[in-house]
């Protein structure tokens, strides 16, 4: 089954503890993104990957990282959380963005950071 | 860029009437694209619609519909017969032609209630 997955589901952790949300996708996509959601904001990308060893900043990329070694990941990490940071995180993945083909959304992560 | 304003923040029916969800965008763009995303009380984000800002015909997909209007850069999603699994959170998204992101709105809440 074509698919976008990410894990944990849900996570709590504390201030300043690094952390990491994985994400996989089985469908060759070159593209990947992560986007966080946050009530009444609807959802804002965080970093984008175009391919493998392609990574770029969003509209919000403070305190976040990524990195794209593999086609298939493009894991998600804060390096020293804040309470700003809890939030509805979402990894997508879309088979050509030069044509805007629609994104394939992971499950969500929930994050909250104490 | 793009902006987006949906400004029906939540909207209660009953089962079987009928529904409309505003969306007007903005964009700089001449060539864009615009999605519709639904994203159901379990959290995920479906796929709706992709719709290329050249064909302004509307789009007719069992009980849901699209009306696009270039003119007054709208983007209406509309519902017929509502049903209580209409229920959901549903935003409308931009993008530019080779762009890297949607834009997303802040989402309408539909409550369809039985």
């Known amino acids: 089954e074509a698919q976008v997955t990410q894990n944990p589901r849900y996570l709590i952790t504390v201030t300043g503890k690094k952390l990491t949300v994985t994400c996989s996708q089985n469908?060759?996509?070159?593209?990947m993104s992560w986007y966080r959601q946050d009530p009444g904001l609807g959802l804002r990308q965080i970093y984008y990957s175009m391919n493998v060893e392609v990574t770029d900043k969003g509209d919000v990329p403070e305190g976040y990282k990524v990195s794209r070694k593999e086609k298939r990941n493009f894991p998600l990490i804060l390096e020293s959380p804040s309470p700003n940071q809890t939030s509805l995180y979402f990894c997508?993945?879309?088979?050509?963005?030069?044509?805007?083909?629609?994104?394939?959304f992971g499950s969500g992560t929930q994050l909250s950071v104490l | 860029a793009q902006k987006v304003t949906q400004a029906q923040t939540e909207i209660s029916v009953v089962e079987k009437e009928d529904v409309t969800l505003d969306c007007v965008y903005e964009?700089?763009?001449?060539?864009?694209?615009l999605f519709w995303y639904k994203q159901p009380p379990s959290g995920e984000l479906v796929f709706l619609i992709r719709?290329?800002?050249?064909?302004?015909q509307n789009e007719i997909s069992g009980r849901y519909s699209w009306n696009f209007q270039k003119s007054t850069s709208s983007f209406n999603f509309t519902i017929t017969a509502s049903q209580v699994v209409d229920s959901a959170v549903y935003f409308c998204?931009?993008?530019?032609?080779?762009?890297?992101?949607?834009?997303f709105g802040s989402g309408t809440r539909l409550q369809v209630q039985p």
């Open positions: 964009t700089r763009d001449t060539t864009y694209y």
């Open positions: 997508a993945s879309s088979h050509d963005r030069a044509t805007n083909e629609k994104l394939f």
């Open positions: 719709r290329n800002s050249f064909d302004e």
């Open positions: 998204a931009p993008e530019g032609t080779g762009r890297r992101a949607l834009t």
């Open positions: 469908m060759n996509h070159e593209y």
